[in-house]
């Protein structure tokens, strides 16, 4: 599978060509999915540089680092930021929980400092010159994240990103084909009511552009999404989300303006109410997006998939998305998630056009 799921990322999410320069980067307990990304960047005559990290490393880095070496960007960010033509990044740890006891601070402040790399790479994406791709590689860690036997959780894993079928590039543009559909939906309106449980959020796009992910930055994908002018009232995420390796679950959020005035978490409010407050614009909505996977039925408290899981909602606090037409800068971008089928639905400029996690066409 590792040769099936390389093949598909360079090939249909990359596109590489002859002379790119693609950073490979991930744990090395992710080095047979790396190994066959490197074989396949050479096959594609482009140049592959490899960055791997030894497990728990990132857990050192906050025990014994200190504030002015979670402040550092090296040249050689700098210079990977401005030259990459592509990254791919695997999402693979030995130990989902390594950074539970790292200070909610120290992890802020990183995330503050990165924040700026990350902007200049979404830059040179908008100029066509830089790509991306996340992709996961399963171990015993994220099994036990998800509660499931490794060998079940690796067909969870590849079944999502349709490596079970003959023709994953294909099943792929298939998705592109329907989620056009949602998109080109969404597109005829400006205004978003979502409504379920504790839960009554009206959400405003009027100038901006619906996107379809369909398998070019994130494996798996499934998700037609936006970023918001503005956003008012409620909204409670049932499904719990992780980011940076620390979980929050059942979020509660309140917005006026587009800006978080109210939260609580049934877990990990702390760290979401830190992460709130990393700068200026971690408080602003940045994003809004349905999860059209239906190949994920399940959370496995692992961003990457649970984001795309069918009949789902999400939204991110923090950063928007330029292509998107969004404006709002912050080193946080982090996707809470919620469940929509039950009695939820969605309204749009006033006519209900998603309900029990289905479109209305």
Same mark, same amino acid.
């Given at each position: 599978?590792?040769?099936?799921?390389?093949?598909?990322?360079?090939?249909?999410?990359?596109?590489?060509?002859?002379?790119?320069?693609?950073?490979?980067?991930?744990?090395?307990?992710?080095?047979?999915?790396?190994?066959?990304?490197?074989?396949?960047?050479?096959?594609?005559?482009?140049?592959?540089?490899?960055?791997?990290?030894?497990?728990?490393?990132?857990? /050192?880095?906050?025990?014994?680092?200190?504030?002015?070496?979670?402040?550092?960007?090296?040249?050689? /960010?700098?210079?990977?930021?401005?030259?990459?033509?592509?990254?791919?990044?695997? /999402?693979?740890?030995?130990?989902?929980?390594?950074?539970?006891?790292?200070?909610?601070?120290?992890?802020?402040?990183?995330?503050?400092?990165?924040?700026?790399?990350?902007?200049?790479?979404?830059?040179?994406?908008?100029?066509?010159?830089?790509?991306?791709?996340?992709?996961?590689?399963?171990?015993?860690?994220?099994?036990?994240?998800?509660?499931?036997?490794?060998?079940?959780?690796?067909?969870?894993?590849?079944?999502?990103?349709?490596?079970?079928?003959?023709?994953?590039?294909?099943?792929?543009?298939?998705?592109?084909?329907?989620?056009?559909?949602?998109?080109?939906?969404?597109?005829?309106? *400006?205004?978003?009511?979502?409504?379920?449980?504790?839960?009554?959020?009206?959400?405003?796009?009027?100038?901006?552009?619906?996107?379809?992910?369909?398998?070019?930055?994130?494996?798996?994908?499934?998700?037609?999404?936006?970023?918001?002018?503005?956003?008012?009232?409620?909204?409670?995420?049932?499904?719990?989300?992780?980011?940076?390796?620390?979980?929050?679950?059942?979020?509660?959020?309140?917005?006026?303006?587009?800006?978080?005035?109210?939260?609580?978490?049934?877990?990990?409010?702390?760290?979401?109410?830190?992460?709130? /407050?990393?700068?200026?614009?971690?408080?602003?909505?940045?994003?809004?997006?349905?999860?059209?996977?239906?190949?994920?039925?399940?959370? *496995?408290?692992?961003?990457?998939?649970?984001?795309?899981?069918?009949?789902?909602?999400?939204?991110?606090?923090?950063?928007?998305?330029?292509?998107?037409?969004?404006?709002?800068?912050?080193?946080?971008?982090?996707?809470?998630?919620?469940?929509?089928?039950?009695?939820?639905?969605?309204?749009?400029?006033?006519?209900?056009?998603?309900?029990?996690?289905?479109?209305?066409?």
């Amino acid at each position: 599978m590792e040769n099936k799921l390389a093949e598909l990322l360079c090939g249909y999410s990359l596109e590489l060509k002859r002379d790119y320069l693609v950073l490979i980067k991930g744990e090395a307990c992710a080095i047979p999915l790396i190994r066959a990304c490197y074989r396949r960047v050479l096959k594609c005559g482009a140049h592959p540089l490899v960055q791997i990290n030894y497990p728990e490393q990132s857990a /050192d880095f906050f025990k014994f680092g200190a504030p002015h070496q979670f402040q550092y960007i090296s040249e050689i /960010d700098n210079v990977q930021a401005d030259t990459l033509n592509a990254q791919i990044t695997i /999402d693979s740890t030995f130990n989902a929980k390594q950074l539970t006891g790292a200070n909610p601070a120290d992890v802020a402040l990183l995330q503050k400092v990165k924040g700026g790399l990350r902007e200049r790479m979404f830059e040179r994406e908008g100029e066509g010159s830089f790509k991306w791709i996340i992709a996961p590689y399963p171990t015993h860690s994220m099994a036990q994240e998800a509660e499931m036997s490794l060998e079940n959780y690796s067909e969870f894993v590849f079944k999502a990103c349709k490596l079970h079928l003959d023709d994953p590039v294909k099943a792929w543009q298939d998705v592109g084909f329907f989620q056009e559909r949602v998109k080109n939906l969404l597109s005829g309106g *400006s205004l978003l009511r979502i409504v379920g449980e504790k839960t009554d959020l009206t959400v405003h796009f009027s100038g901006r552009i619906w996107r379809n992910s369909c398998g070019h930055r994130n494996m798996p994908d499934g998700e037609v999404f936006t970023s918001p002018t503005s956003a008012e009232g409620k909204i409670f995420f049932d499904i719990p989300a992780n980011y940076s390796g620390v979980e929050a679950s059942g979020v509660y959020l309140e917005f006026k303006q587009g800006r978080v005035v109210k939260a609580a978490a049934q877990k990990g409010e702390d760290f979401l109410l830190k992460m709130l /407050d990393l700068d200026e614009g971690a408080r602003f909505i940045g994003e809004i997006a349905f999860g059209l996977n239906d190949d994920i039925t399940r959370p *496995s408290k692992n961003i990457l998939f649970d984001e795309k899981i069918g009949k789902t909602m999400h939204l991110a606090v923090g950063a928007a998305y330029t292509e998107a037409g969004g404006t709002n800068r912050s080193g946080l971008h982090w996707d809470l998630i919620k469940d929509m089928r039950n009695d939820a639905y969605v309204e749009l400029d006033g006519k209900v056009i998603y309900r029990g996690g289905a479109f209305i066409f």
